[in-house]
């Protein structure tokens, strides 16, 4: 097993920055990528950033491109999810996610409030 343990969330207003950061314990041997999804009440869960441990390649949605930076320690299996000129939008549970051959897993999540 895989556990994760979420920090950073919390409210902010529009154009503020935020950090989160998360870290994994347990079976990681087999992780390949970490990343962070989120979700509004409602809606589905929304893939946000990830990075990939091979070579350090860093995917990002649309919506956060160019604001967000996910950025990791792939000896620690730490990721951290900088989140710059954040959006009400941006509003949601954040989960930090372990990608591993044959299984995900997922943190508790932390809340992220952006006000107007």
């Known amino acids: 097993q895989v556990q994760l343990v979420e920090s950073g969330g919390g409210s902010v207003q529009a154009g503020g920055s935020l950090r989160l950061s998360c870290a994994a314990s347990?079976?990681?041997?087999?992780?390949?990528?970490m990343g962070w999804f989120r979700q509004v009440p409602g809606k589905e869960r929304e893939f946000v950033a990830r990075?990939?441990?091979?070579?350090?390649?860093?995917h990002y949605a649309g919506s956060v491109k160019g604001r967000f930076t996910i950025s990791g320690d792939n000896a620690k299996k730490t990721v951290y999810l900088q989140m710059n000129n954040v959006k009400p939008e941006d509003t949601a549970v954040y989960y930090c996610?372990?990608?591993?051959?044959?299984?995900?897993?997922w943190g508790q999540g932390t809340q992220v409030t952006v006000s107007s």
């Open positions: 996610a372990v990608q591993s051959i044959g299984s995900n897993y």
């Open positions: 347990g079976r990681t041997s087999g992780s390949y990528a």
């Open positions: 990075i990939i441990w091979g070579d350090g390649r860093t």
